[in-house]
């Protein structure tokens, strides 16, 4: 018999996958962690797209396409200051987002800019 979990799942998905944005909404629904939604994804065989953060399945922005480009300052020295082993983990990169009030996709572009990796996908989708 199929869990509440996994229905939300399957009946969130947009052809077929699952939005990074949709998988942290149903996480709030079900009131569970985002790496739960993740794990059932995973089991059911479904993948998650979309990065909000920019790092799979959005283009990506490479750091050369900054290079004429100012940076927000603010927003550097908060991922900087949000490090762990000379990453940003996914949950900082959020935090600062909140703190900031910046979309993830600035973090994520910032991040690239300043190359800087992102690391421990809340989801499970990446180490």
């Known amino acids: 018999m199929e869990t509440r979990l ?7 998905l947009v052809d077929g996958y699952l939005p990074c944005s949709v998988a942290f909404e149903v996480a709030r629904e079900q009131k569970v962690a985002p790496k739960a939604v993740g794990d059932v994804a995973n089991r059911l065989g479904k993948r998650i797209i979309n990065c909000q953060l920019g790092c799979f399945k959005l283009e990506k922005a490479k750091p050369v396409e900054f290079e004429s480009e100012a940076i927000n300052e ?5 991922i900087k200051s949000s490090l762990l082993e000379g990453r940003l983990p996914c949950a900082g990169a959020f935090k600062v987002g909140r703190k900031l009030g910046v979309s993830l996709k600035e973090i994520g572009d910032t991040a690239t800019w300043l190359k800087i990796k992102i690391s421990a996908c809340q989801l499970g989708c990446f180490p």
């Open 6 to 12: 996994e229905s939300k799942i399957r009946a969130s």
């Open 74 to 78: 603010t927003v550097a020295g908060e």
